[in-house]
């Protein structure tokens, strides 16, 4: 397993789609494809089983050949984080015990899918039961108002100061959030490693002082976030807000258009059109328009530098 440093944490991680056969089995034979195509794009770390990845809609079973397949073929080459996340402590924690020996580096929570009239204390609680008895150090996925339970921030704030908690992805779109992580992380500097996840405005969380990126869509933009993210660094923020314009409209083809409304489906689709996925299959689902498809096929004869650099 790798370390959990700055070296290797820091930078560019993907929430990466699960690639299924048409009878929706796990495609073992497109995961070296994957691991290769992510290495390709200056990828740090991949989050396996995600909202992207259908993690909460795969069984048990496929999440662990997932997590074994990807171990093996990364030969500890990127740091490995998977989602744990479920509506209990107890179950939770059975969750990492699935996944404590197949070679996953962190163990990834976000809030709970169901929780009815659940206290801000009662969801501390639930975090740090979680953290305190995780044999993996663990990632915190916080949503805000976006996520169907709140963590408020003086929770998160509680919980994200735990000393194994080693990653926080932001995808609150908050300023309130985000000042008080950059809090966080520099009181627990080198500890704790603030990844933006709102990947169409990445620019000021550079600026604010964020370490990287973990987007669901790096799977195919990973070389240009990690352009946003070296200009922004250097301080060339006009230079990086220009790229950050630039994926915002190659994203917005591949997801469908306004309102994305092909987002998982165009995701996989163009991992089709760049010969790392064989199908674009979504376990609910997702459907593509012929549009869209048309669309992605324009993207990848006008944007072959920065999907295959």
């Not at 999440?63 to 107890?90: F, G, H, P, Y």
């Not at 220009?242 to 083809?253: G, S």
Request: contains cysteine.
């Amino acid at each position: 397993m790798k370390e959990l440093n700055r070296k290797n944490i820091a930078g560019v991680w993907s929430a990466t789609p699960t690639p299924f056969s048409n009878e929706l089995k796990l495609d073992v034979e497109a995961i070296p494809r994957l691991l290769e195509h992510h290495l390709r794009l200056g990828v740090k770390g991949l989050f396996l089983g995600g909202t992207s990845g259908e993690g909460p809609w795969m069984s048990d079973s496929m999440c662990i050949a997932l997590a074994n397949e990807v171990v093996k073929s990364n030969q500890n080459r990127m740091l490995l984080a998977m989602q744990v996340t479920d509506n209990s402590a107890m179950q939770i924690i059975e969750n990492i015990k699935r996944i404590q020996d197949s070679g996953i580096d962190i163990a990834v929570i976000a809030p709970p899918f169901f929780q009815v009239n659940a206290t801000q204390e009662y969801l501390k609680d639930l975090y740090l039961e979680v953290i305190e008895n995780s044999s993996l150090p663990v990632g915190v996925y916080h949503r805000g108002k976006f996520s169907s339970v709140e963590i408020e921030t003086d929770t998160l704030e509680k919980i994200i100061a735990h000393p194994k908690v080693v990653i926080v992805k932001d995808s609150s779109c908050d300023p309130v959030i985000r000042e008080m992580i950059c809090k966080a992380t520099a009181k627990r500097k080198d500890e704790l490693f603030a990844l933006n996840g709102n990947e169409f405005d990445s620019v000021p969380y550079v600026e604010a002082g964020y370490d990287g990126f973990l987007f669901g869509g790096a799977c195919f933009n990973g070389f240009m976030a990690n352009t946003i993210l070296k200009l922004a660094t250097a301080g060339d923020i006009k230079g990086a807000q220009a790229m950050q314009d630039h994926m915002n409209v190659i994203m917005t083809k591949v997801f469908g258009g306004e309102g994305l409304p092909c987002w998982l489906a165009g995701q996989k689709q163009i991992m089709v059109e760049l010969g790392i996925f064989n199908t674009r299959k979504t376990i609910i689902n997702y459907q593509i328009t012929d549009e869209c498809l048309k669309t992605i096929k324009d993207v990848m004869e006008q944007e072959k530098a920065y999907l295959l650099p």
